[in-house]
């Protein structure tokens, strides 16, 4: 295991080294971010409009205490979104889709012998093929949160519409009621640290990935459970050390 | 030039190279041969430094290669070009992509120059117009020629190849064979070629070391090969019937 951390701390060193030529990097960055942003957004929109409805019916059937005012529902649904469901829920359903994706196309690349290529040519190929795609991580988990967020609170209020246990005007009078902008902060550290995360595990997976297409799968799967414990024990830590 | 000297390669308890020493020179066409598991790729990839040796040092026109960082190197890496077994090509580049790749890292053309360099070289491998395809769109011979094109994109001085006819058909063998040949002479390349293709021994043979169980079993050209009274190397060369028929009618 620590010998596995070491080497993970190593190409991570190796990856954040000057690239040989900015403009390539660049434009291998951009290229990531449309593939983790744009790539991963319908999956986003679905899951965020529906962990919202589902939080916002089951607080609201949880308060049916008439001595709770209803427009609780609304407060309880924003801070649960934003804290958790939508940063947390969000990178374990990410981790699936762009972190399989990550290990499974460098470690494609190492069995075809494309990085040793690479190598060849003299280029550091983990620089070259992990650092756009960590960036892209980085840059891009923050804006889908927000965006999940956001489709989370519109999926609560759709919910409500839909029936008559809160009435829609209380659930907007929670939403706004006693906000605490230090989740919304929270939540971004965490989707930040989860893109790192994510993205760097399921790369070091595939980079050191050696056989054929079985190991290939493995690493896939290697990389989206470990980042996935990586996502949760991280989101423990952040929570107890940001609230 | 490059030299080998005493290089050793060990993985775990597994000696593959047991103190092997030559000498690739310029404009020559030098074949690394033996049978499975001899360790031909192995050492291949300790000359292009892929593999660290565990004993013993490579020297790339008198520079000492074996004690140089990644950085050390790069000037040097700028130099070789190699066509691997499969290829290696990336797949999600188009063919002319993948030429101009090493061009668009290292040098500061602009991009019709680079666009003629990638032109030059498909044409130099008979591959002209294939510019937009992608490699899964190419045969096993087109994947090796464009193979080719992406090494020689950089004008190498050196240029490494392994196992060029591996999955291909006699006729296209011989072409590619020919190719390289071609490459070495006009170019003056230091070539090292991993083989255990007697065609290609015979054909573009001008240099060849035959490696058995780890070590350098023989040493000669192709003209020569035919009349060594190595044991071994006889057993290799004349394997097949069709070489011990031609034997005979020697």
């Not at chain 1, 005012?69 to 939508?86: H, M, V, Y």
């Not at chain 2, 030429?99 to 070289?121: G, H, S, V, Y």
């Not at chain 2, 230091?190 to 350098?216: A, E, R, Y």
Request: hydrophobic share 45%; net charge neutral.
């Amino acid at each position: 295991m620590f010998h596995s951390f070491g080497r993970y701390l190593l190409l991570l060193k190796l990856s954040f080294k000057k690239p040989e030529k900015f403009s390539v990097y660049w434009a291998e960055v951009m290229r990531e971010m449309v593939s983790v942003g744009i790539g991963s957004l319908g999956i986003i929109c679905i899951i965020s409009v529906f962990i919202g409805a589902v939080a916002v019916i089951q607080v609201a059937f949880q308060l049916s205490s008439p001595l709770v005012p209803k427009s609780i529902a609304g407060s309880i649904a924003r801070d649960s979104t934003i804290l958790e469901f939508s940063p947390t829920i969000s990178a374990l359903v990410l981790a699936g889709r762009v972190g399989s994706s990550i290990a499974s196309q460098i470690g494609t690349m190492r069995v075809t012998e494309q990085i040793d290529a690479l190598e060849i040519m003299g280029v550091n190929a983990p620089g070259y093929l992990i650092s756009p795609k960590v960036i892209a991580g980085l840059l891009m988990f923050p804006m889908l949160n927000i965006v999940s967020i956001l489709l989370g609170l519109l999926g609560g209020y759709v919910a409500c519409a839909a029936s008559n246990d809160i009435p829609t005007s209380q659930y907007i009078y929670g939403l706004r009621d006693a906000f605490n902008s230090i989740t919304l902060q929270t939540s971004i550290v965490k989707s930040i640290v989860f893109g790192f995360i994510i993205t760097s595990v399921c790369a070091y997976q595939g980079f050191y990935t050696s056989g054929g297409a079985l190991e290939v799968g493995q690493s896939a799967t290697k990389g989206v459970v470990y980042s996935c414990i990586a996502v949760l024990f991280a989101d423990l830590v952040i929570t107890r050390m940001l609230l | 030039m490059i030299e080998v000297k005493d290089v050793h390669k060990t993985f775990g308890e597994n000696h593959v190279l047991r103190g092997i020493s030559a000498q690739f020179h310029p404009g020559k066409n030098n074949l690394i041969i033996g049978g499975s598991g001899s360790g031909k790729t192995t050492l291949l990839k300790c000359i292009v430094g892929l593999h660290e040796p565990t004993k013993g040092e490579i020297f790339y026109n008198g520079e000492n290669f074996t004690t140089m960082n990644f950085e050390e190197r790069v000037p040097i890496r700028k130099e070789i070009g190699m066509l691997f077994q499969n290829s290696a090509l990336f797949d999600s580049m188009t063919v002319e992509e993948n030429i101009m790749f090493p061009l668009n890292l290292f040098t500061d053309q602009t991009r019709a120059e680079k666009l003629d360099r990638a032109n030059f070289c498909l044409e130099r491998v008979n591959l002209k117009g294939k510019n937009k395809l992608f490699p899964s769109e190419l045969s096993g011979g087109m994947k090796k020629r464009v193979g080719i094109a992406r090494a020689i994109s950089m004008q190498p001085k050196y240029l490494f190849v392994d196992e060029p006819n591996s999955g291909l058909d006699p006729k296209t063998s011989i072409l590619i064979d020919e190719l390289i040949a071609e490459l070495t002479e006009e170019y003056q390349i230091t070539t090292v070629v991993v083989t255990h293709d007697m065609n290609s021994v015979m054909g573009i043979g001008d240099h060849i070391i035959f490696l058995h169980n780890g070590q350098k079993w023989w040493e000669g050209s192709n003209k020569e090969i035919a009349h060594t009274d190595n044991q071994e190397l006889n057993d290799f060369v004349f394997a097949s019937k069709f070489m011990q028929a031609a034997k005979e009618k020697l």
